[in-house]
Each structure stands twice: as structure tokens, then as C-alpha cells.
């Protein structure tokens, strides 16, 4: 593919994923206090003008207005910006991974819930059902395209061949050598085994130690990554909230109370995007 071809296809991408990344800011904002999201129209949390459609371009609108709203001159949240970026770069990285590709799709949405997810639970302490809900769809979609993928003997990426596989680094799932009952049971178990773990803590602490939101994201999770990738996205997890959290707590003197949300978001999100790579490599390097 030529190479005018590839930016263009990024730029598009990143603008998209900028695009969603606004939306996302709605979520966050609006999930907590139970306001409409789909419907109601944006306007500025400090003196409720309704904004327009020129003052919600991604990221530029916040450069362009010096991170003031236009019509009280309030300071606006750098949480816009940041998070239209990121949703914007982490939607290039999964093309750039997977190419145009179904799990490619599948993980951009994911990533972008776990980012919502991910705010919401830092500021409030809950996950919200809706979010791992998403999640758990998007699981069960990918299931079904594995299965399918496996009945037919093709790869999962059958969108892939439309533009950029050639460029991707990422190998397609071969599901040619991957039976229906293994993908069935891999899945299964990894909705259900580190979920439960987590069920039985959270039962013994009294919800001291977990919360039921981390359980029920770890198996909507589980679901959509298997029970391999499932088990070293815990992990992962545990160890940045490990490591991140005592640096927090030395250098910004938060409290010993965590939301694990975040957290356990980069392990699934560091799974979801190199998880499957890694494994190959280390069965490589093994074998």
C-alpha cells in the first residue's frame, strides 16, 4: 500500500478516535450523576451554555479557546483534551497492530470502556454495570467470531485483507489449529476462574479487599480474552497498582484506599493490545 494511502487511513483513524474520545468525556461526566448521554446536548459544566457545534472540535476547541469556556471564560478540565488524545492514539495503535481487522475494532472499543471506566472509578469508587456490560458484549462478539472464524478454518481478521495487512506486525489469529471446543472452554474459563477468585474474596472481606465491580469486569474481561491472557492481565494489574499506588502515596500523600478499576484496565488493555504476541514469543523462545 502505498504510503500517502496509510497516512491518510491514521489520519482518518485519529481524527475518529478523537471524535469518540469527546463522547467519552460525556460519559464520564454525565454516567455518574445518572444524566442522559445519547440525547441531552453539551453544554459548559460551569454556567450551562449550550455549546455548538464549532466549540466541541476535539482537542483543537480546547487549544483554539485557551482552555476557557467562550461564553463565561471558566477554566475547562484538561481531562477533554487528554482523553480525545489518548482515545485517539490508542485507536491508531490498534490499526497499526491489527490492521482494519474485526479484533482490531473489538479492542478500540475496548480500550476506549476501559478508559471511561477507568476515570469514573478513580473519582467515585464504582464501576458502573453499563460499562462492563459493553465489555462483556464486546467479549461475546469476539467469541463468536473465533467460532465462526474456526467452523469456517479462516482467520478472525477477515476484514484485514480491505487495507493495511500487509503493514500490520501483529500475525493474524490462525484459527485453522484451534479447535471450537478449545476457544469455547478457553473463554469460558476465563469468564469464570479469576472472576470467582475475586467473588470468593470479595465474599470473605465483606468488600474490604475487592469490590464487585472489579469482579464483574474481570470476567466480562475474561470473556473477551481468554483464560491465559485473563490470568497475566490480573497480574499486571496488581503489580501497577502495587507500584503506582505507593508512589502516590510517598509523593502526592493519597490514601491507603485504592480503586483497583484503573489498574486492573491496564493489564486488560495491555493483553487486549500485545497479549496474544507476547505468548507466541515466549512459546518461541521456549520451544
Known sequence: ????????????????????????????FRIPKHEEFVYGRSHCMSCGHELNWYDMFPIFSFIFLRGKCRYCGAKLSVQYPIIE??????????????????????TAALLSALIVLSVIDERTQEIPVGINIFIAVLGAIKVVSELIAAATGDSIDFLSGMLLDEYSPMEPISTQTIGIGHILISHALGFAVVAGVLLLILLISGGAAIGGGDVKLMAAAGLFLGLRLTIIAFFVGCIAAAVIHLIRMAFFHAGRKLAMGPYLSIGIGLMALFGSSMVRAYVALVL
Open 85 to 106: 488524545a489518548l482515545n485517539a492514539i490508542l485507536w491508531c495503535l490498534c490499526v497499526h497492530l491489527f490492521g482494519l481487522s474485526m479484533i482490531g475494532i473489538l
Open 1 to 28: 500500500m502505498i504510503l500517502e494511502v496509510k497516512i491518510i487511513i491514521y489520519l482518518f483513524v485519529f481524527v475518529l478516535g478523537s471524535c469518540i474520545g469527546s463522547f467519552l468525556n460525556v460519559l464520564i
